[in-house]
């Protein structure tokens, strides 16, 4: 059976307060950081601005398509998926690699090195101080129970299966932290911040945009779709609303 504990106030005190504390301060620094690093000389390429407008108008079409007539239609899906000379046909010999494109650029690839640098190595510095110092607390209590589940994600570094799975240890504290105050930097630095960890290990495991396999997905999602122009039923659909509303 799983023990209360009661938490000293003092670990509040010195431990909770401080990790939190800590956490978001390092969060602004990192941002003002990233800033300073950040290249203000690169221009954005046109081509890649120009291939994400299109993706964006065709899945506008996409959405959209049953609220045009069948012609007007398939001339603008003609328009995007021709086999000649469609916006989103590219063909085999000009596909890009982006890994190899990024490397080419050496702005690209200094920025993004210095953005994975802002962020591993205050992580690595704050991860071996809480587990120097903090390792081993209890730190706080969840206010409704948890499965069993949780227990490694909020227990990490504590042993003890007796323990109450809502429970949090110091160091399960600091992870919650690294990952959960995406919400508070928005408020504080605006949406468009650096110091969104997940986005940023999504980037590091893919290198680059890729606006082939883009182009080629809204091709063939574009080309599949299947065409019924809403306006025909628009007043059996209207009648059955009206109906519903009435009864």
Sequence with gaps: ???????????????????????????????????????????????????????????????????????????????????????????????????????????????????NLSMIIPQTLTFAWVNF????????????PLTQRFRAMLQNGIDLSTVDVSYVSSRSWYFLNLFGLRGLFSLILGEENATDDTQRMMQMSGFGFDPSKSLGAEKDGLDIIQHDWALPKFEQRAEAVLRKLVK
């Design 1 to 115: 059976m799983a023990e209360d504990l009661v938490l000293d106030t003092a670990i509040r005190d010195w431990v909770l307060i401080p990790l939190s504390v800590v956490m978001v301060l390092i969060g602004i620094l990192r941002y003002f950081v990233s800033k300073l690093m950040h290249s203000s000389t690169q221009v954005p390429d046109p081509k890649i601005i120009k291939e994400g407008q299109v993706i964006i108008r065709a899945r506008n079409l996409r959405a959209g398509a049953n609220y045009i007539p069948a012609k007007s239609f398939r001339t603008r899906k003609v328009y995007y998926s021709n086999e000649e000379n469609g916006l989103l046909h590219v063909p085999k010999g000009q596909a890009q690699n982006p890994q190899a494109q990024m490397f080419s650029d050496p702005n690209m690839a200094m920025d993004m090195m210095k953005k």
């Design 133 to 144: 110092f903090f390792s081993g607390f209890v730190a706080a209590k969840i206010p409704f």
